[in-house]
């Protein structure tokens, strides 16, 4: 059981950390700004993400909570 939990943590965190826009433009902003930019990205990307996630979330509840016509 412990092996299965391994490999699959393995291979999530090896299909999340997979570069992308966001990693480049935080990596850009760190060399050129320095390390609170880098952070600023990150952070804005981070807030991004939770409105979807809201929105998502909402949106799901709004469809589960109508009555069936």
Do not use: K
Request: aromatic share 14%; charged share 5%.
């Amino acid at each position: 059981m412990i092996e299965l939990f391994v490999s699959a943590f393995a291979l999530g965190f090896l299909f999340n950390a997979a570069p992308g826009a966001i990693f480049a433009e935080s990596l850009r902003r760190g060399m050129v700004g320095g390390f609170a930019q880098a952070f600023a990205v990150q952070v804005g990307s981070l807030i991004g993400d939770l409105i979807w996630a809201v929105l998502g979330l909402l949106g799901a509840a709004a469809i589960f909570t109508l009555p069936l016509v």
